[in-house]
């Protein structure tokens, strides 16, 4: 099976690009069961901007993201981020790093069942340096009525919505976001998506978003196509599309 070239990347030279990642490789395992889920990734993303990643799966997205994330190291190559050099970093130094600048929103909430909404949100600002109120993160994804509410006493929307409360209440430079919408009906992703959209165009939060649903990819400043462990394809949109207008 023919591979395909690695991709060049458009440079956005008008901008301050928050990563800049070169020559990225992954390999899981060795010899002939060895995984190449990265294969010479380059990637810069910039400042405020909003990407969607698009890719089946085994395309090498959550690689990459958690990679960007200090959740994984590469096998090879360099993630710059802003004047941190993560590839070079300690486990102490990526823990700081995760800590004081990202956000993550996964697929699966991961709340903790016996605190409230707002607990749940406040267990992250106590931690940070910097922080909104509780209330101001969940306020600012639609959650201002339901801050003493369980996770039992929520939907699967509403809970998504208190994870991504919490994962910008420390306010994160970078929001990374792995198939949030992933385990949702088409209307609540969609809540959910508006949510993640009013972070970024409020807070400036520099917001990826990885998903194998072409749909959502109207809604971003820049679309990335992953295969085969490299970015294939890359396309700008001239004009974003409101989440509610968007072709399901």
Do not use: W
């Given at each position: 099976m023919?591979?395909?070239?690695?991709?060049?990347?458009?440079?956005?030279?008008?901008?301050?690009?928050?990563?800049e990642a070169r020559g990225l490789t992954k390999v899981y395992g060795t010899g002939e069961v060895a995984v190449h889920a990265l294969r010479g990734v380059d990637l810069d993303l910039y400042a405020g901007e909003f990407v969607v990643l698009l890719g089946h799966s085994g395309s090498g997205k959550s690689t990459l993201l958690n990679?960007?994330?200090?959740?994984?190291?590469?096998?090879g190559g360099t993630v710059r981020y802003r004047d941190h050099i993560l590839t070079a970093a300690s486990d102490t130094g990526l823990t700081r790093y995760r800590r004081e600048h990202v956000g993550f929103v996964f697929q699966f909430y991961n709340l903790i069942p016996s605190l409230t909404a707002w607990e749940?949100?406040?267990?992250?600002?106590?931690?940070?340096?910097?922080?909104?109120?509780?209330e101001e993160a969940l306020?600012?994804?639609?959650?201002?009525?339901?801050?003493?509410?369980?996770?039992?006493?929520l939907s699967g929307g509403e809970q998504q919505r208190v994870a991504?409360?919490?994962?910008?209440?420390?306010?994160?430079?970078?929001?990374?976001?792995?198939?949030?919408?992933?385990?949702?009906?088409?209307?609540t992703g969609m809540?959910?998506?508006?949510?993640?959209?009013?972070?970024?165009?409020?807070?400036?939060?520099?917001?990826?978003?990885i998903t194998h649903n072409a749909s959502i990819a109207g809604m971003a400043d820049r679309v990335l196509t992953m295969a085969d462990g490299r970015i294939v394809a890359e396309r700008r949109?001239?004009?974003?599309?409101?989440?509610r207008d968007l072709s399901w």
């Open positions: 023919a591979v395909a070239e690695p991709m060049v990347l458009e440079r956005n030279t008008g901008q301050y690009a928050v990563f990679i960007l994330g200090g959740l994984d190291v590469p096998t749940n949100v406040a267990l992250i600002t106590e931690m940070a340096a910097q922080s909104m109120r509780p306020g600012l994804v639609g959650l201002s009525q339901r801050l003493d509410h369980f996770p039992s006493q991504i409360a919490r994962a910008i209440a420390k306010k994160p430079d970078v929001l990374l976001c792995d198939e949030p919408t992933g385990a949702l009906d088409i209307q809540q959910v998506l508006e949510a993640i959209e009013t972070v970024n165009r409020t807070l400036g939060t520099t917001t990826a978003v949109n001239a004009t974003k599309v409101a989440v």
